[in-house]
């Protein structure tokens, strides 16, 4: 199958772009966005890179046509699970929280979650394929980010927002002037997930609180999530303040056991696909 058949896009406003992996049905399929500047254009996640994802930005002509003129093209991951950066690897720049760089640059496999069965690949991307001999692959980053960064695409910025709790090294990228969050995995319309491995429910309250101040002190208007659709600041606020409330003694006491039984599955599973 083709990148051009794989991927599907759509345009926003302000040279932003919603692309897509048609053939991954699955609440796992991640949002890509790609953000065009006039110095710079930046991949927020990259999806499983089943396919070429460069191949079909470039077919489809989404950077313009002053694309030569720019810094070749940098893919930031929010975190390194696998539905977000399985693509990485296919780009020259590639940028993540300085907390993941080791489990990327070494393949974590664990680490990244890999967790992938042949039934949520409605088309196969190659004769044959099959979801056992799917690993992230390794890739050493270019950027290492932390909190505060600034990634300067000429008539726009994004500040990297470390925001730990669904994974150790979970980020939101925030562009200040549109008042427009990039939030992968850390808030998305719908059931927040703090059971991995490297997740932690403290961190993730944290986080939750610091996105209900931005909320209130409107720095926030629009979302762009990790997973499902965009929405707006109200919307982000009910989120993260019914996450703050939930994380309770039972609620961690019931995602301590989830999290045990889900790392000794992650364990085994990649264990086999090693093999």
């Given amino acids: 199958m083709s990148a051009t058949d794989w991927y599907a896009h759509k345009s926003l406003e302000n040279g932003v772009f919603w692309i897509q992996e048609r053939f991954y049905e699955s609440g796992n399929r991640a949002n890509i966005w790609l953000i065009r500047g006039s110095h710079q254009d930046v991949v927020i996640d990259t999806g499983l890179g089943l396919r070429s994802l460069p191949e079909y930005i ?16 940098l893919a930031i991951g929010t975190h390194v699970h696998f539905d977000h950066s399985g693509g990485l690897h296919q780009f020259q720049q590639v940028g993540v929280h300085k907390a993941e760089v080791d489990a990327l640059v070494n393949g974590d496999n664990f680490e990244t979650v890999t967790w992938l069965s042949d039934r949520e690949i409605v088309e196969d991307p190659a004769p044959g394929w099959r979801a056992r001999q ?7 980053p270019t950027h290492i980010l932390q909190e505060g960064d600034v990634i300067n695409l000429g008539d726009r910025q994004l500040t990297v927002l470390h925001m730990p709790g669904h994974s150790r090294g979970s980020i939101g990228l925030h562009d200040k002037e549109s008042k427009m969050l990039f939030s992968g995995d850390v808030v998305y319309d719908g059931s927040m997930i703090d059971w991995l491995p490297y997740s932690r429910i403290s961190d993730y309250i944290r986080s939750c609180e610091r996105l209900v101040e931005m909320v209130d002190k409107e720095e926030i208007d629009q979302v762009m999530p990790g997973h499902y659709n965009t929405f707006g600041s109200k919307r982000l606020h009910r989120l ?11 609620h961690r006491a019931s995602t301590c056991l989830v999290k045990s039984i ?9 264990s086999r696909s090693a093999c």
Wanted: charge should be positive; charged fraction near 20%.
């Fill in 58 to 73: 470039n077919s489809k002509g989404l950077l313009g046509d002053d694309s030569k003129r720019k810094n070749p093209l």
């Fill in 262 to 270: 889900a790392s000794l599955a992650l364990r085994a599973s990649n």
């Fill in 134 to 140: 799917y690993r992230v692959k390794a890739v050493t």
């Fill in 240 to 250: 993260a303040s019914n996450y703050i409330a939930s994380a309770g003694a039972c």
